[in-house]
């Protein structure tokens, strides 16, 4: 009987995507971004789940790190 073959292939194309679904719900996003320094042609490559407060970091509030010794820092990919 063809249709007792096509329920267990039914059943488990449903679980495969409702894990993908719960799986993809709980991660959080990421976004890669390439900045560049004008003042001293310097590029440097990142990644953050929250890109608005990382730029900030990068700009104004880290007081030590690389891109601290560059600034200012233009977004030139994310």
Same mark, same amino acid.
């Given at each position: 009987?063809?249709?007792?073959?096509?329920?267990?292939?039914?059943?488990? !194309?449903? /679980?495969?995507?409702?894990?993908? /679904?719960?799986? !993809? &719900? /709980?991660?959080?996003?990421?976004?890669?971004?390439? !900045?560049?320094?004008?003042?001293?042609? +310097?590029?440097?490559?990142?990644? &953050?789940?929250?890109?608005?407060? +990382?730029?900030?970091?990068?700009?104004?509030?880290?007081? *030590?790190?690389?891109?601290? *010794?560059?600034?200012?820092?233009? &977004?030139?990919?994310?």
């Amino acid at each position: 009987d063809a249709s007792s073959n096509l329920a267990p292939a039914t059943s488990s !194309l449903i /679980f495969v995507g409702l894990f993908l /679904f719960m799986d !993809l &719900t /709980f991660m959080p996003m990421y976004t890669v971004y390439v !900045l560049y320094s004008p003042n001293y042609d +310097r590029l440097y490559i990142g990644f &953050t789940s929250d890109l608005e407060n +990382r730029l900030l970091s990068h700009n104004s509030l880290a007081k *030590k790190g690389f891109t601290a *010794k560059f600034r200012p820092w233009e &977004t030139i990919y994310a």
